[in-house]
């Protein structure tokens, strides 16, 4: 086998010493590598004891450590902001992009109710009727749908079976209906009559009250207009006269509202995995984040260092043996990477937008406690 050289204290930087080169054209990565591979190495002991090492060993937990950084801190932003990013351009890069939180996401949920409840939506509200017939109160409307070539399953949303309005049957607020003796005329057949005149205005709560009786007696007094459906078949009350004509409503295809759920997202962003952030820029990164880099780079290159010392736990010397540290270093390696990605992680979600967004309204009533403390002016006239 080769001899190998390790460590040998000079650390020159070359390109082909990192294995993916994301950060290779920055020159302050450049530089930087070649003075955290002097750091580490005589972090680990180096002149004093041989360090089983290259400085593409260094180099290339450097990189690993500016890309775990990358990740973590990309990673917070999309837990931060996915709700917001969900459709935008996967084209975009997001790295030096300040994300304004929106109502996409919102407006496509209320878009679920507003369908359902007939007043908007994404999903199409189709037009039927059927032909009433006499003294016929049940209809079919899976027939129907057979009939008219409609497949899959249908649901009806509402039913047009009802009477006038009672503002209908109500007469002008100007013409006699103070003393409400000219309320429901034209129901018994006497809207050609003319009222008396006598130019009072009632308040508005009296025309509800009036408008409600009317309502009230057409339920009571008259067969009033409904339906029920039942196992596709629709009853109407009461029966159909011989003036009836057709039974309108309106329904969705339940195959719209199974398919309004799922929009095609081609170059769009549809989960965490194709958010487009991309590596860090690493001279973009502040003294705060460098440091971590610098420790998170320390700490992989023991764990290396523990592994290729692993290879033999003891080498034999003239009348004894040396047993190397490898056990120390792994355990030391993993217990400093937790920490570093623990202490990482918290700093991130105490900046998130929630944390700031309660900091600053703890900042805002200590202000205000502190404010009352301050004597009021008393001004003398």
Known sequence: MANIPIYDGNPSWSADAVPFGFYSSDTEF?????KVAKFCAQRLGYPLVDVELQSGSFFTAFEEAVTTYGNELYAYKIRDNQLSLEGLSTGSNLNESIVTPSFASIVRLSEQYGAEAGTGGNIPYYSGSIPLTESIQDYD????????SITGSIEIKRVFYESSPAITRYYDPYVGTGFGTMNMFDSFGFGGMSPAINFLMMPLNYDMQIIQQIEMSDSIRRSNYSFEIKNNKVRIFPLPGSGSAHLHFEYIKLDDRINSSNE????KVSNVSNTPYTNPSYKSIN????QWIFEYT?????????????KYSNIPIPDASVTLNQSDL????TAEKTTL???LRGYFDETSRKSL???????????????????YTIYIG
Do not use: C, H
């Open 30 to 34: 450049q530089t930087d590598a070649v």
């Open 141 to 148: 409307l899976k027939t129907w749908a057979t009939d008219n």
């Open 264 to 267: 095609s997202a081609v170059a």
């Open 287 to 290: 003294s705060v984040g460098r």
């Open 298 to 310: 320390l700490a992989l290159a023991k764990e290396m260092l523990g592994y290729v010392r692993g």
């Open 330 to 333: 792994i355990a030391a390696a």
């Open 341 to 343: 990605i623990e202490r």
């Open 357 to 375: 967004l309660e900091r600053r309204a703890q900042e805002t009533e200590f202000k205000q406690t502190e404010l009352k403390q301050v004597p």
